[in-house]
């Protein structure tokens, strides 16, 4: 089964100490799909008092049974930064969910078979036992989970008319494992899934943006919208985006043939960066378009400053969702500036302006949004040829770094001392004025011909 031996370690002592352990949850199920394992997750029927006995170092500050077992020389997720912790459960039964989120009274169970009945989705209640660390472990699956995985089938456990509105956040979750897993999700499944769509709105935003981006993050981020679009669960998540549909963008001699709405989803599906929130960031590019919407002497419809209305409609969603301030400024700068030109005959200085409006750190994300743009507004080809020059060019100016008011021959000291001024928003307004002259022609930033702009500026 492919099992780190550290997860073996842990399991075994449970074993020894007279416990019933099984590994449970999403690792069995990408076990069985022989997918990669990022968190495991066991389930015993010790107390939390008694893995603290058997685990020193294992930390327990919850009221579910959640114990965590630190590992010492296995990263989860295979990366140094990764806190390398087992959750440990001991079998529970829950009951009387007041906030569509938590259970009002949570209890130990007895069984294996208990616990697994308050999981979520079939695929997800499977629990494996250990025997000898080979393929005949053993597979406790009450619920037939394990014909779910082979028939790529998202289920709900038991009644479906009972899951969602004991756990509303398992509405999104649902269409997660679906755009993760390339499944389909069971019709009963389905049918209350849109039933109680709008129990979503009761769950914690940041719950909500996290389900959202894993969606936007999965191999079928597109498929995954398209869900949320269907299910009506978009409607409550993100209306703005819903406002595109049946806003036409076609124009004569345009490539656009689709509404506003369709062009989003589709900029999203071809955008080639695997970064959520640059994906997230291509999804809503076009938000502000219907909000300015107008048409032209000759009847055609136009989007003025469609970006500047798309970056503040954008903002109120980051802030909605509670995104934290370093993604929201990202996201909201991509959109506010995606309308760059790509005209050939642009200036080197137009081109650093458009380094520095960006952020060097986010000129890639940017190009990677303009060709979800492109793609998703039915172009054939990815990058135009005055894309790729662009592209050059940037490239050209980053190296070495893009020329900035630090690299001026003069600073603000030389502006004080040539016009005997005192520190002041005087000396800023000159550099500035320097900068952007000089930004203009490269050649001027020489100590001399600023030295004598200064005193013709004073």
Partial sequence: MNIPAEIIKIYKKFEEAGFEIYLVGGCVRNLLLKKH?????????????????????????????????????????????????????????????????HPQKVSWGKTIEEDLSRRDFTINAIALKIENGTTSDKIIDPFDGSSDLKKKIIKAVGDPKKRFKEDALRLMRAIR??????????????????????????????????????IIGSNFPYEGIILLRNSTLLDHIMPELIEGIDVSQVRPGRHHTTDVFTHNLLSLKFCPSDDPIVRFATLLHDVGKPKVATTDKNGFVIFHNHEIAGAQITREICDRLKFSKKDREKIVNLIRWHMFTVDE?????????????????????????????RLGGGTQTAESWRLKLFKKRVEEQLAPLPFSVNDLAIDGNDIMKILNIKPGPRVGELLQKLFEEVDEDLSKNKKEYLTKRIQELK
């Fill in 177 to 214: 494992f679906a755009a993760q897993l390339s499944f389909t999700i069971d019709e009963q499944t389905w049918i209350e899934i849109t039933k109680d769509a709008s129990l979503i709105k009761e769950i914690s935003s940041e719950r909500v943006r996290d389900e959202l981006l894993k």
């Fill in 345 to 373: 005959k642009i200036t080197d200085a137009a081109v650093r302006r458009f380094i520095r409006r960006v952020g060097v750190e986010n000129v890639k994300d940017m190009m990677d949004l303009r060709i979800g743009d």
């Fill in 37 to 101: 394992v990022k968190d495991w997750d066991m389930a015993t029927n010790a107390t939390p008092e008694d893995m603290l006995k058997l685990f020193p170092n294992a930390f327990y500050d919850n009221q579910f049974g959640t114990v965590g077992i630190p590992l010492k020389d296995f990263r989860i997720a295979d990366t140094p930064e990764h806190p390398g912790v087992v959750e440990t459960t001991t079998y529970r039964t829950e009951h009387g969910y007041i906030d569509r989120r």
